[in-house]
């Protein structure tokens, strides 16, 4: 659907999130008075445009949502979109999801299967059908450069995992927006998320839980001349990204890579389209708002080519450099008081806008009890428009 303007003949209620006077993130909101179950195509239009405005929005009270109604929403979302979560089926994305099922099994929820069931632990006798599950999966921070003790973990010290959007960066393009509905997590007690970069920065929330950063605030942040740069630049990323990066470390913060040299060679990635291949302007245009979000997937990125408004224009195709470059503008905004960690109870699903924010899970010591999440997107109808049209680009 083409986004429009929100008008006051919503049926539901929004209230923009509560922050206290630390807290700096500028978006967030809570949906009540809602049923996702029977939602008119009227309400679908303005649920959009309040994630396009709001970027993340809390829609309460969905415990009885069944799947298949969370399905329909993605894709009454974007109905010209391909019909099939942004990953592909589950057999595509097990063989080629590399990095994001490596060593995880991805389960689809029966009659619904492009509801992905995200969790930890024993999901019940019946779930949707799934019977007596017990997901086992590698800790988080496993895939860190740095390891964090087992002893430490289990007192309650955890790290962000990976900061990213929900994006294929190859064959398709990403989704406009996630839903991730909870079905059951645990409450207590809370973890205390560090850094480990030598930043000694760390901040609580409760288990089971996911953090937000605004790649819109990111790029307000910027000085005139990086965004003049940022406006005249784009980014392409390697073909089978998640593959290509399978091998490679993260950083402790969980923002982008170890530069290990363990990126594959294209030569192994078992063949690809060059024409699947995405190149994306470094900065998104909210279609709803204009705002300009620097919205680049550093860890997946193979080339980035730097313009400006002068015409120039250098490609830098070295990783590491790649690398230096993007974490000297996205560390300024991870700091706790730039995080938006929504609280969700059962039932609750969050929603979030791919093209202006990043996010990340954060793990929890198994004790503390079993996560449940149903999560659904679709690839999107069209590609991410920048403020410049990228030089030969269809």
């Known amino acids: ?120 632990g024993f999901q019940g006798e019946d779930h949707y059908g799934i019977k007596n599950k017990t997901i086992t999966k590698p800790l988080s921070h496993d895939w860190h450069g740095k390891e964090l003790p087992q002893e430490e973990f289990e007192e309650g010290n955890v790290r962000f995992q990976r900061w990213h959007m929900d994006a294929p960066l190859y064959a398709r393009d990403p989704a406009w927006f996630t839903t991730l509905r909870c079905i059951k997590r645990p409450t207590t007690p809370e973890v205390n998320i560090r850094w480990d970069d030598g930043s000694g920065l760390s901040m609580k929330a409760e288990p089971g839980l996911t953090a937000f950063t605004s790649n819109v605030q990111m790029y307000e942040m910027m000085t005139q001349d990086e965004k003049n740069m940022a406006d005249h630049s784009w980014v392409e990323y390697a073909p089978h990204p998640y593959m290509w990066i399978g091998d490679c470390k993260g950083n402790a913060n969980g923002l982008g890579l170890v530069s290990q040299g363990k990126e594959k060679k294209l030569a192994d990635l078992g063949g690809f389209d060059s024409k699947d291949v995405k190149t994306y302007p470094m900065v998104w245009i909210n279609p709803v708002t204009g705002e300009k979000a620097f919205q680049v997937h550093g860890i997946c990125a193979r080339k980035l080519f730097i313009g400006s408004s002068q015409g120039e224009q250098r490609v830098i195709e070295d990783v590491v450099e790649i690398r230096k470059l993007l974490k000297t503008i996205q560390e300024r905004i991870l700091k706790p008081e730039y995080i938006l960690i929504p609280n969700l109870e059962e039932g609750d699903i969050v929603m979030w806008a791919n093209y202006q924010m990043f996010h990340t899970a954060i793990d929890y010591p198994a004790s503390y009890g079993p996560r449940t999440m149903h999560q659904a997107n679709i690839a999107s109808s069209a590609p991410p428009v920048g403020p410049n049209p990228i030089p030969g680009a269809a």
């Open 1 to 120: 659907m083409s986004p429009s303007a929100v008008n006051p003949e919503a049926s539901f209620t929004l209230t923009p999130m509560k922050k206290s006077p630390q807290e700096k993130h500028d978006y967030g909101a809570v949906i009540t008075g809602l049923d996702l179950n029977d939602i008119s195509d009227a309400d679908v239009r303005h649920l959009s445009n309040a994630i396009w405005i709001h970027k993340v929005v809390v829609v309460k009270g969905q415990k009885h949502l069944a799947p298949i109604k969370q399905w329909e929403l993605v894709t009454r979302f974007d109905p010209d979109a391909p019909q099939v979560h942004s990953h592909g089926d589950l057999k595509t994305f097990n063989s080629k999801g590399g990095l994001l099922s490596k060593h995880r099994e991805v389960i689809g929820i029966p009659g619904a299967e492009n509801v992905r069931l995200i969790g930890k």
